[in-house]
Nanobody, 112 residues
Framework: QVQLAESGGGLVQPGGSLRLSCTAS????????MRWYRQAPGKEREWVAA????????PYPDSVKGRFTISRDNAKNTVYLQMNDLRPEDTAVYYC?????WGQGTQVTVSS
């Protein structure tokens, strides 16, 4: 069955970097559009990045543009989210998504 497993979250200081991974099973990531979302406490879930089946990347929302990069490793069946210049407002649980499937999320906390 379809499963998505996020990893790579943690505590980082402002200005730092993290790379999140989303390892998929039950399907091939290169044949679907894959997305990253995040949800901060008390806020709605927010879309932050998407990569299409052909490898095309959607324009990033202003909140992460120039700082976040989505990529894919077909051999590892994994999608990544490289996050640079992290800010306290990036603190959230980050989720990997394919259509109606969601991972369990990974916590990212940006704090000094």
């Amino acid at each position: 069955q379809v499963q998505l497993a996020e990893s790579g979250g943690g505590l980082v200081q402002p200005g730092g970097s993290l790379r999140l991974s989303c390892t998929a099973s039950g399907f091939t990531v290169s044949t679907y559009s894959m997305r990253w979302y995040r949800q901060a406490p008390g806020k709605e879930r927010e879309w932050v990045a998407a990569i299409g089946a052909t490898g095309d990347v959607a324009p990033y929302p202003d909140s992460v543009k120039g700082r976040f990069t989505i990529s894919r490793d077909n051999a590892k069946n994994t999608v990544y989210l490289q996050m640079n210049d992290l800010r306290p407002e990036d603190t959230a649980v980050y989720y990997c998504n394919r259509n109606t499937y969601w991972g369990q999320g990974t916590q990212v906390t940006v704090s000094s």
